[in-house]
């Protein structure tokens, strides 16, 4: 029983552990997670004041031209970043409902960019049910943070 509650906390951490990817070009920035079977991804571009964001369910593949499970929002998002000291930021923001993903148009600093780069753990809850959509961990927030910054001055 032990070693099976182990296991089980192990494949949690483990899924919570997986590396965000970024990415730059010339005028915008992008960074993403996977967890879960879904796929948060934020991406600016230099010069708006805002961060679109898209949350996905790719737990049944990626290919857009098969039947893909659908996520939905109520409307109201909350974004929680947890430091490793136990601190804690949340930001609220408007999402919609696109194509069975979630998208979102966020002001730039309706996000606390610093606990961003040094979170531990980020989750995404609908505020009208308080389900969590999403949940990861940061390992490369602090590169796509960096990112971000430099293309899109956030």
Do not use: Y
Not at 56 to 76: Q, W, Y
Not at 104 to 115: K, L
Request: charged fraction near 20%; glycine fraction near 12%.
């Amino acid at each position: 029983m032990i070693a099976l509650q182990a296991a089980l906390c192990l494949g949690a951490s483990s899924a919570l552990a997986q590396e965000w990817q970024h990415g730059k070009s010339a005028d915008r920035a992008w960074t993403t997670a996977s967890s879960n079977g879904r796929e948060l991804l934020f991406l600016c571009r230099r010069g708006t004041g805002r961060v679109s964001m898209n949350l996905s369910d790719r737990s049944e593949g990626a290919d857009l031209s098969a039947p893909h499970k659908t996520i939905s929002t109520t409307g109201g998002l909350m974004i929680w970043i947890e430091l490793p000291d136990g601190r804690t930021s949340r930001d609220s923001f408007t999402g919609f409902n696109e194509q069975g993903s979630i998208s979102a148009e966020i002001p730039a600093d309706h996000i606390h960019w610093d606990f961003f780069a040094n979170g531990q753990r980020l989750w995404i809850q609908d505020t009208g049910s308080w389900e969590t959509l999403f949940e990861s961990g940061m390992k490369g927030t602090g590169a796509a943070r960096l990112a971000l910054l430099e293309r899109c001055g956030i």
